[in-house]
């Protein structure tokens, strides 16, 4: 099927001219969006659970991460949309291949079911802006997609960065799973995200780098068609086995997903409203995300059905609760004391740093070895605590008070003078500042190595009290050498004068003398 453009996109989301068929799977879409990841647990599944119906099997949601969509295609099988979505943690894979229902879209299949690293992701609820790509979700994977439309508004904040305001609202009423009625126009989610370290930084990202079955992610969920309702194996239908509607054996769609191109960190700047969509503070959601774009493909659906063995296993795990309890009243094994010793070992922490979930008691009593401890760490039974923070705020507060002479009075002091400032811890103090003002002036030229040797033994002798004294004696010691050398420059001066003075006058009384004896007798 040709792809489509921005221009071919009617007012209602639909394609113009299209005849309604849903497009069969593998899906190739291109597009750009938001994902922000949080951490899936009890504290999610409870956030989730108001989307998730239960006949969803809420209680296989377990921990692992969990991601929240924003997205916009350009180009898909049924034309560009846009997409809301939140995915569980991750979900136990019940059931074995069957064959697809009659109903089922002619390109399902029953292939082998390969051995997978990740666990599937159940994706409760999508809202999409196209009804082509609502009743090919659901008809193709079991998706449960309702209309909704998307506004993307980007402006520039006061720091330069680019933000991005998407709000999403109902398209129309409609009524949920509960039976409650949602509005026409309801606001389901309002944030704003803004680009992080200038939005220039980007990274490559695959899903599958190597393209290994063993590395592919997974989508799963019920069997529906494209109107919402239960499809039924054929098989089980002829057997009058039940099923979700109670009219065959519970089915699920197992749908392989990859996603190739860049991604660029992005934060979570404000969430203005979430009516009818998980709280992202309750849910969890990190405030730093990616901003995505690349090629996104959804693969054919692979239909599984419970067997028997399920089945029995299900209504024991419903009556497990209660038997437990009236266990563990006799006793038995309530302390858990076992368990919480290797769980402290395994995550390499104290006992008291170890949380066991009170309502599975029965299951963590159950394990009894370090790698099944591991598991329910794994799966959010098992928490490491958080270590409590020591603030040392009142502590630096009260030590600048100090710094500026309060809480210093005598009802204050503890100890002798001696005990609280040792005279020889001032001696040394004094001592260190003393040498240290000679060393710099001597380096400095202010005074000779002579003069330095002097006051450092005088320094020593207990001369000097402190700077300012060493450096008045220091002035003083100058002038007397300047003034003494005047002086001695001033006598030298003298004695040259009064040596010339007597020269002279010796050369008058010989050169007088000399004429005396010269001039003839008379």
């Known amino acids: 099927m040709p792809l489509t453009h921005k221009s071919e996109r009617g007012a209602d989301g639909a394609l113009l001219g299209a005849d309604g068929e849903a497009a069969p799977a593998p899906w190739p879409l291109n597009g750009t969006g938001f994902v922000f990841g949080y951490r899936a647990g009890s504290r999610s599944a409870a956030a989730l659970a108001p989307l998730v119906e239960p006949i969803d099997r809420v209680d296989d949601l377990r921990a692992g991460p969990g991601f929240v969509m924003l997205l916009r295609y350009a180009d898909s099988p049924v034309g560009p949309y846009d997409e809301l979505l939140v995915t569980t943690g991750a979900t136990k894979q019940r059931g074995v291949p069957v064959a697809p229902p009659a109903s089922a879209p002619a390109s399902a299949s029953k292939p082998s079911l390969p051995r997978r690293l990740f666990a599937p992701r159940r994706v409760p609820l999508i809202w999409v802006s196209s009804e082509r790509s609502l009743r090919g979700g659901r008809r193709n994977w079991g998706v449960r997609k309702e209309l909704a439309d998307f506004t993307f508004t980007e402006s520039a904040d006061g720091k330069g960065r680019k933000v991005t305001r998407v709000v999403v609202r109902e398209r129309y009423e409609r009524v949920d799973w509960a039976g409650a009625t949602v509005p026409a126009g309801r606001v389901i989610l309002d944030v704003e995200v803004g680009s992080v370290l200038g939005g220039v930084v980007s990274f490559p990202v695959a899903s599958n780098p190597v393209g290994s079955a063993f590395l592919d992610m997974n989508l799963l969920g019920p069997w529906i068609d494209e109107?919402?309702?239960?499809?039924?194996?054929?098989?089980?239908?002829?057997?009058?086995?039940?099923?979700?509607?109670?009219?065959?054996?519970?089915?699920?769609?197992?749908?392989?997903?990859?996603?190739?191109?860049?991604?660029?960190?992005?934060?979570?700047?404000?969430?203005?409203?979430?009516?009818?969509?998980?709280?992202?503070?309750?849910?969890?959601?990190?405030?730093?995300?990616?901003?995505?774009?690349?090629?996104?493909?959804?693969?054919?659906?692979?239909?599984?059905?419970?067997?028997?063995?399920?089945?029995?296993?299900?209504?024991a795990a419903a009556s497990a609760p209660a038997e437990a309890q009236a266990v563990y009243a006799d006793g038995v094994a309530a302390d858990l004391k076992t368990q919480k010793r290797l769980a402290a070992a395994v995550l390499k922490c104290g006992k008291r740093k170890i949380w066991l979930d009170p309502n599975e008691t029965a299951t963590i009593g159950a394990e009894n070895s370090r790698k099944g401890i591991k598991k329910l760490a794994k799966n959010g039974l098992i928490i490491k605590k958080e270590t409590a923070i020591h603030s040392r705020f009142r502590v630096r507060q009260k030590l600048a008070a100090k710094r500026l002479g309060r809480h210093t009075g005598h009802g204050k002091r503890r100890g002798t003078a001696e005990a609280r400032m040792p005279t020889s811890v001032v001696w040394m103090r004094r001592q260190r500042v003393l040498r240290r003002m000679l060393r710099r002036y001597r380096e400095a030229g202010k005074i000779d190595k002579h003069l330095y040797h002097a006051l450092y033994l005088k320094s020593k002798g207990n001369v000097f009290k402190n700077k300012r004294v060493l450096m008045e004696y220091i002035h003083k010691a100058k002038a007397d050498k300047t003034r003494a050398k005047m002086l001695a420059d001033q006598a030298e001066a003298h004695r040259a004068r009064t040596k010339a003075a007597r020269e002279r006058r010796a050369q008058r009384v010989a050169a007088k003398k000399e004429e005396l004896h010269s001039a003839p007798a008379s």
């Open 227 to 315: 109107d919402g309702r239960g499809l039924v194996s054929d098989s089980s239908a002829a057997e009058g086995e039940r099923d979700a509607t109670g009219t065959g054996r519970r089915g699920w769609i197992l749908t392989r997903f990859g996603f190739r191109g860049w991604m660029r960190p992005v934060g979570l700047l404000a969430v203005h409203a979430a009516e009818g969509f998980p709280d992202p503070l309750e849910l969890g959601v990190l405030s730093v995300g990616a901003q995505v774009s690349g090629n996104l493909e959804f693969g054919e659906a692979v239909f599984l059905e419970e067997d028997d063995e399920e089945v029995v296993e299900e209504e």
